[in-house]
């Protein structure tokens, strides 16, 4: 598996966060905030969907000026 793949944080049915990369369960956490917090330290392209399921936002990192940069 590449490590390119995106990171997403989704929430499961029991109302827990998820990090997943390329189909895999990385961690799972009781609030998105840590579940963020630990999909950002993997420095890829995050995407954060919301409790129905739905990209709610998408962050880059890498080499994107902080004018495009519209999340931090």
Do not use: C, P, Y
Request: without cysteine; charged residues 30%.
């Amino acid at each position: 598996m590449s490590s390119r793949h995106d990171v997403h944080v989704i929430v499961d049915g029991v109302r827990r966060w998820t990090v997943t990369q390329g189909g895999r369960t990385l961690s799972n956490h009781r609030t998105q905030r840590t579940a963020l917090g630990a999909a950002r330290r993997h420095r890829v392209d995050l995407v954060t969907h919301g409790r129905d399921g739905r990209i709610r936002s998408k962050d880059s990192f890498g080499n994107e000026s902080a004018a495009r940069d519209t999340e931090h």
